[in-house]
């Protein structure tokens, strides 16, 4: 009986686990300010462990900008992204330089997206995850509170 | 008696830490030794650089309206208002300016600015109503 309410549990639970990626209760203000002045502060699972390593390791021509933070503030959101890193296999490659919306994940997730949503001035690049999903920053990701009512489902 | 001076002292510690855009700005102008104009720093703020195609100047992301909320010329990430009368945060942290000035200077203006030119646009961004 424990066993079955378990199981029927975790079966309710899967598809939110999907779209809910908040960010760790244990996320340095480090990362909020760094990382999500220019753009979300992205769901550490989004990225493999590899990936987030180079990413870090290239912060001065960061896709254009120097992202540089200091040594110390570097170092506490590298560990902080190795610890909630994502799962490689799960995700695929995410080319290089690493790009979250590179990975067979996000492509995977996306298809149903056309093209001209991408280039939309609404939306204006793949980073800007708030475009569609207007609750990123709390980690909703769900493809029913689509903010471009053409492309809620 | 022992906790309240050290409660005290650390009231008085933070109290000092927070800086207001004035003290900021005064500082540039002492290092730039001149006198700030936000003249200056309005005309510096509408400046096109030219060094880079998707940010030719500050207003591609800040619009040209400071009292506005801008948006990250290439992610679409909103920007709260640089003018300090419309987003009280702004210039209240000589580390976090530093390291903005740093930044977009380089990225937008081709090079480090000046003390001079900082002092200006800090004297505009506190001025502007």
């Known amino acids: ?153 | 008696m022992r906790p309240i001076p050290i409660i005290l002292l650390l009231l008085l510690s933070s109290a000092s830490q927070a800086e207001t855009p004035q003290q900021i700005g005064q500082a540039y102008a002492a290092e730039a030794k001149v006198t700030a104009s936000a003249q200056r720093g309005e005309a510096f703020f509408r400046q096109r650089f030219g060094q880079n195609d998707k940010m030719p100047g500050c207003t591609s992301c800040h619009t040209d309206n400071p009292l506005k909320a801008g948006e990250h010329a290439v992610t679409g990430k909103s920007i709260r208002p640089l003018a300090v009368s419309a987003n009280a945060d702004r210039f209240s942290d000589a580390a976090k300016v530093e390291k903005w000035f740093g930044r977009n200077c380089k990225e937008v203006v081709g090079r480090a600015c000046s003390p001079g030119e900082k002092a200006d646009f800090v004297a505009y961004m506190s001025e502007v109503r």
């Open chain 1, 1 to 153: 009986m424990k066993k079955l309410s378990f199981i029927v549990l975790l079966a309710a639970a899967m598809p939110v686990f999907a779209d809910r990626m908040p960010l760790p209760a244990d996320t340095p203000a480090s990362f909020r300010n760094e990382c999500g002045s220019c753009h979300l502060a992205y769901p550490p699972a989004l990225l493999a462990a590899a990936d987030w390593q180079r990413t870090m390791a290239g912060l001065k021509d960061h896709f254009g900008s120097d992202a540089s933070a200091g040594t110390q503030a570097e170092r506490e959101i590298a560990d902080f992204l190795a610890r909630h890193a994502g799962s490689a296999n799960k995700l695929g490659s995410a080319g290089s330089p690493p790009r979250i919306s590179q990975t067979e994940r996000f492509t995977r997730k996306h298809r149903e997206v056309p093209a001209r949503y991408w280039r939309d001035p609404r939306v204006k690049s793949a980073a800007n995850c708030e475009a569609c999903h207007r609750d990123a920053a709390n980690g909703r990701f769900s493809e029913h509170d689509i903010a471009i009512a053409e492309l809620r489902r």
